[in-house]
């Protein structure tokens, strides 16, 4: 790229040409290694606000005492803006019931996601990637009042105290709200050392105080979504898109469209074709008037159980894989001729939808080479990116409005921003800056969405004479989420196999060979909640329940055993706070059976143990007792409502999750097909945190995994036969 830029110079483009080109060129490449403070951040942000206030770009401070912690990640449901906004109030020392919070505008230079080199929420990494960086934006902020107030009051800085939002000198008897200082403070200039709390005099930090700071206005309809934008001289947009992925349009018949009352334009795009109306009712109608022919010459044309059988060859060596080579991914000792199995076994996942309750959406206003988007963007850099491309400006110059999301679970991020360049394709053609609201139907987003991908495993273990496994063999297909991408690596996509990957049970083995496979299939694959732990949770840790119950084992003894060997400390502290909780060894209520399962997400270890019963062959799990150790739990309440929810969401996929295509075409298109998790089936999830002093890890993600297979295991305990494939309901 270097190369590149020195020619355009040497050629005479301006400046503007070059940061342009320079931007295009690095495209999402930004996300390997990228740190905001670099010259690649600089030409993002370029066009992007600079003007924050004397508190830095997180943190505002009102006259009336009111304090906005600005939040560079986005709020989907998880509740992550309470534990944002407590990281800065507990060092500024605000008064917490005068906190709010809101979102950072899209400037990857000082909002980037210091793990992943732009602006976006993901991997659940918003309180654990903003730990330092908030806490120090509070205690410069606080210096900052600290210094005003000793300046004012003539005081020793020393004597100056802060507490619950106000500014005090105990000798003098002065005091002041942070409201009344503001003016003061903000002639002070900041410290960009300022120093921290010792944790152990946290007072907001770790408590029951720290509770979400939006509960009323979603609870009352007044917080703000994409969908309920209103904007002056707003059109709707709907897109058709091919029945099949990857397929073309050749041509379109839109007489019966424009005959629709509130129709206004019909055109084609890159992804589609566009019909753009004056309701979302007119919107829709048109396009089912719409007439399409579609070239689906090199369009996926297989079924989901083509594709699982070939993935099964694949992986037994009874299909040629090409040019795809094995990558290992684990790999221990030196494997030989594998002995007599103690088991093996293979597990099949399917397809799964995001399914989020709000779809997709984006309103996009473009004039020219201006453009703004508003919506719930999970990647605010990636959309400036991509819009930048089509509009032709600097991707800093790109505006982007984000609100809160009904749900995501991954789908709103993903490098090529699918509907958000939708919507810019479309308010581009209309043109003059008039906005366009992108809606995507329920069926939009399940036919023309992105997938958790289809995965296959197959294992062979032998096992030494105490029952723990001697040699462990496992091969792995799935597509690639990361292949083609900035983000790709030649050899080795670690989301398909992160959780088998480096797991303690592979660290007890002496023999590993584990390898994964990535066959090239024409759906669509994004990252879906826990990513690659939706499946190697399952695996690994029904697996080892098999093999407990060969070796004549409790399980839960079991893998305290093979914990002590490879030193998984936080394993075994996890499982045995669950354990302990849920009355493991002694018999459960009547009809029930228990199960346990622990895994490692996201720097976290959750340990669940579930009751289990069956109900007209269905699993009905009751109680489901969680233990979780991520690190400094900073908003307790908001840990046990992610484990609930990820729970929830983990069980859902579990008993009913499925996407099927039928020689390429999607099968299911709304809830009627897709199955969710009703009230009724929702368990009683307790929540039990392991004390820990280390920095805070993932919360969004981690409860998700561990479910299905302690249902799986307590299936076992039942004596019903190994689970080799989900969901459990077959239909």
């Known amino acids: 790229m270097t190369k590149i830029l020195d020619r355009m110079a040497a050629e005479g483009a301006t400046r ?18 990228c740190s905001p403070a670099n010259v690649m951040g600089d030409i993002l942000s370029l066009g992007a606000t600079k003007d924050f206030g004397p508190f830095g770009p997180f943190i505002k401070v009102e006259p009336n005492g009111w304090v906005t912690v600005i939040c560079k990640h986005i709020e989907v449901g998880q509740g992550n803006h309470a534990g944002l906004a407590a990281l800065a109030a507990e060092e500024l020392d605000a008064d917490w019931a005068k906190v709010k919070t809101e979102h950072a505008a899209a400037n990857a230079k000082v909002y980037a996601n210091s793990a992943m080199g732009v602006q976006g929420t993901g991997g659940s990494s918003a309180i654990s990637n903003s730990w330092l960086q908030l806490r120090t934006a509070g205690a410069a902020a606080r210096a900052m009042f600290v210094q005003a107030a000793a300046t004012k009051w003539n005081a020793p800085v020393g004597e100056v105290t802060v507490q619950n939002g106000v500014v005090a000198h105990a000798k003098s008897g002065k005091q002041a709200g942070l409201g009344d200082l503001v003016a003061d403070a903000a002639k002070v200039p900041p410290t ?56 073309k349009v050749v041509s379109f018949d839109d007489k019966a469209t424009r005959q629709v009352p509130g129709v206004v334009e019909v055109f084609q795009i890159p992804s589609g074709v566009a019909v753009v109306a ?29 594709l699982a059988q070939w993935y099964r060859d694949l992986a037994a060596g009874k299909a040629a894989a090409g040019d795809l080579k094995w990558a290992a991914f684990e790999a221990r000792g030196a494997p030989s001729a594998p002995g007599a199995a103690a ?49 032709g400006n600097l991707p800093g110059n790109i505006e982007v409005q984000t609100l809160f999301a009904g749900g995501s679970f991954g789908r709103r991020t993903n490098f090529q921003s699918d509907y958000a360049a939708e919507a810019v394709h479309i308010a581009k053609t209309v043109g003059h800056g008039r906005p366009v609201k992108l809606v995507w139907t329920r069926e939009d987003d399940m036919r023309a969405g992105y997938y958790r991908p289809m995965v296959h495993h197959a294992l062979l273990i032998t096992t030494d004479k105490d029952g723990f496994p001697a040699s462990w063999r496992q091969r792995v297909v799935t597509q690639s989420i990361m292949k083609g991408s900035p983000m790709g690596t030649p050899k ?108 490692e997400s996201f720097g976290s270890v959750v340990a669940q143990i579930a009751e289990v019963k069956l109900e007209n062959g269905v699993p009905k799990v009751g109680r489901v007792v969680t233990a979780i150790d991520c690190g400094t739990p900073i908003a307790r309440d908001q840990i046990a409502a992610q484990m609930e929810g990820g729970t929830c969401l983990g069980l859902a996929a579990a008993l009913y999750g499925k996407m099927t295509l039928k020689d390429g ?59 080799t494939s989900l969901p459990f309901v077959k239909t």
Request: hydrophobic share 40%.
């Open 16 to 33: 503007r040409e070059t940061l342009t080109v320079a931007a295009t060129l690095v495209g999402g490449a930004l996300v390997v290694g």
């Open 192 to 247: 960009t050392t300022p120093t921290l709390k010792d944790p152990k005099t946290f007072t907001l930090i770790g408590t029951d105080r720290v509770r979400r700071k939006d509960s009323v206005a979603k609870s009352t309809g007044t917080a703000l979504y994409t969908q309920d934008v209103q904007l002056p001289n707003m059109l709707t947009a709907m897109v058709a898109h091919a029945p099949k992925f990857g397929g």
């Open 278 to 306: 004056e309701s979302t009712w007119a919107a829709r109608q048109g396009r089912d008037a719409l007439k399409v022919n579609w070239d689906l010459s090199k369009t996926e044309s297989r079924s989901t159980d083509q």
């Open 343 to 391: 088991l093996e076994t293979t597990y099949d996942f399917p397809y799964l939808a995001h399914a989020t309750m709000e779809p997709m959406n984006c309103v996009a206003i473009v004039n020219g080479a201006s453009c703004k988007l508003i919506s719930a963007s999970q990647s605010p850099t990636l959309d400036q990116l991509n819009a930048a491309k089509i509009v």
């Open 492 to 599: 080795l996509d670690s989301t398909s196999v992160e959780g088998a990957m480096g797991s303690p049970y592979l660290k007890a083995t002496p023999v590993v060979d584990a390898q994964v496979l990535s066959p090239d299939v024409g759906v669509p694959v994004l990252w879906w909640r826990s990513v690659g732990a939706t499946h190697t949770a399952f695996v690994m840790e029904h697996t080892i329940d098999q093999l407990a119950r060969k070796a004549g084992r409790d399980p839960v003894d079991y893998r305290r055993a093979l914990y002590a060997k490879a030193g998984a400390n936080r394993h075994l502290a996890v499982l045995n706070l669950a354990a302990q909780n849920a009355g493991w060894g002694r018999p459960p209520p009547a009809g029930w059976t228990r199960g346990a399962a622990v895994h």
């Open 665 to 723: 075409a999607v099968q299911e298109g709304n809830f009627d097909s897709y199955r969710v998790l009703r009230n009724s089936e929702a368990p009683t999830v307790e929540t039990y945190i392991v004390p820990s002093s280390n920095p805070p890890s993932g919360v969004g993600e981690p409860g998700t995994p561990v479910i299905a297979p302690a249902v799986a295991n307590a299936l076992l305990a039942m004596g019903q036969p190994p689970t």
